[in-house]
């Protein structure tokens, strides 16, 4: 195939093309900002980890036979908390049926310190309709009740605790370094 007479082939090359220009100052933006949201979301992860109600006090009831009605959350199983030290022996009903509520053991250890004092899980058992008649007897300690812990979502929580602060200052970072290579490779932008 012959060139028609109004083109002209030369032994020129192209001319280069012009370097891209280095990216906008936004992008430091961009990348501070996502390693601040992942600082920023870990810490609200962690404390969400230990303020979901696991640590929360429901009802304290005290060692006296003496029946006392308490309202409890039924949103999941409770724990019954005996002091660290000593020992509770309570019978728990469900005030809207009058049936005993049967306390079952619980697979574990758990316990915890607080304002109160230290306590352990004595019992896990189904909070029924959420009004409880607790008596707890006078030769042993005082309870408490409160959510029962769930070990599955006690460690998804930890997880996300970790994982996504790490993903967002992950992808803060590598915006950050991306950004810094191509500013100092690239020539300033003009016009």
């Not at 060692?63 to 005996?82: I, K, N, P, Q, S």
């Not at 994982?163 to 950004?179: E, F, N, Q």
């Amino acid at each position: 195939m012959t060139p028609s007479s109004n083109q002209y082939v030369g032994a020129m090359p192209e001319p280069p093309r012009a370097p891209k220009p280095r990216p906008s100052a936004a992008w430091f933006g961009v990348g501070a900002l996502l390693v601040v949201a992942g600082a920023a979301v870990g810490v609200v992860l962690f404390v969400r980890i230990f303020s979901a109600g696991f640590l929360s006090v429901e009802a304290t009831v005290p060692a006296d036979g003496l029946a006392h009605e308490v309202t409890v959350d039924t949103d999941g199983d409770r724990f019954l908390w005996e002091p660290e030290l000593g020992r509770a022996e309570c019978v728990v009903r469900d005030a809207a049926t009058g049936g005993t509520i049967t306390l079952q053991p619980v697979d574990g250890t758990f316990t915890r310190s607080g304002s109160s004092g230290a306590w352990q899980a004595l019992a896990r058992f189904d909070a029924g309709s959420g009004r409880l008649s607790v008596t707890c007897s006078p030769e042993q300690g005082p309870a408490q009740i409160g959510p029962a812990l769930v070990v599955e979502d006690f460690v998804l929580r930890v997880l996300l605790a970790i994982v996504v602060p790490l993903v967002l200052g992950g992808i803060g970072m590598a915006v950050l370094i991306g950004t810094g290579l191509l500013w100092v490779v690239r020539p300033k932008r003009t016009g």
